[in-house]
């Protein structure tokens, strides 16, 4: 499995998380890397899942370990089925903050392991919450989006309260990943 890769995770505040991320094209070793890296990444924070762009790489590839599974997804599309239920969510990229987020109860995933092969993941409670969160991540938006006006608004203070908030934002760097000339 080679050594072990762990990435700094971006931090609210940093644009690569508000930035819609591109269709992974080209299932390479390049591709398994990145999975590598964000899968040590995940199981070091310790979290229940991880988009590519929290480790600052625009590409549409998630990890999740939920329920001692851990896996991966590539160019998810989503469908969503069962009420909304509101739940306590976090994030990594807002440390020890979690508020109650509506999410859909289940979800039907659709997308391709790094291999290039089709795969579908169907999960409800938790796997379908974390699925949900991360394609977010995908399309720049966070969990914070989802709250309820009043949850916002206290969000938006314990996020100003936060030891960690007005940080200066890592440099951008250049992707080791292909990014077909959309600047990360
Ligand atoms: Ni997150």
């Keep these: 499995m080679g050594t072990i890769s762990i990435k700094p995770i971006r931090i609210f505040g940093d644009p690569v998380l508000r930035t819609p991320a591109d269709p992974v094209r080209d299932f390479d070793a390049e591709l398994r890397r990145l999975v590598k890296d ?8 310790p979290g229940v899942g ?15 370990h939920v329920d001692d599974v851990v896996g991966h997804l590539i160019n998810p599309s989503l469908d969503l089925t069962g009420e909304q239920e509101t739940d306590d969510e976090g994030c990594l990229s807002f ?11 289940g979800v039907v995933a659709k997308g391709f392991t790094m291999y290039g092969e089709p795969v579908t993941l169907e999960g409800t409670g938790h796997l379908a ?3 949900q969160h991360e394609t977010d991540h995908l399309d ?3 969990f914070i989006d989802r709250l309820d006006q009043e949850q916002r608004k206290l969000a938006m ?3 100003r309260a936060a030891e960690w908030w007005g940080e200066p934002v890592p440099e951008l760097r250049v992707s080791p990943h292909p990014t077909h000339g959309q600047a990360l």
Aim: one cysteine or more; hydrophobic letters at 45%; glycine letters at 10%.
């Design 140 to 142: 720049g938006i966070l």
């Design 157 to 159: 203070r314990e996020i």
């Design 95 to 105: 440390p020890g903050l979690a508020f109650p987020t509506p999410r859909s109860y």
């Design 50 to 64: 991880l988009a590519a762009p929290q480790i600052g790489v625009g590409l549409r590839v998630f990890t999740y």
């Design 129 to 131: 919450r974390c699925v």
């Design 38 to 45: 964000l899968t040590d990444t995940m199981l070091d924070a």
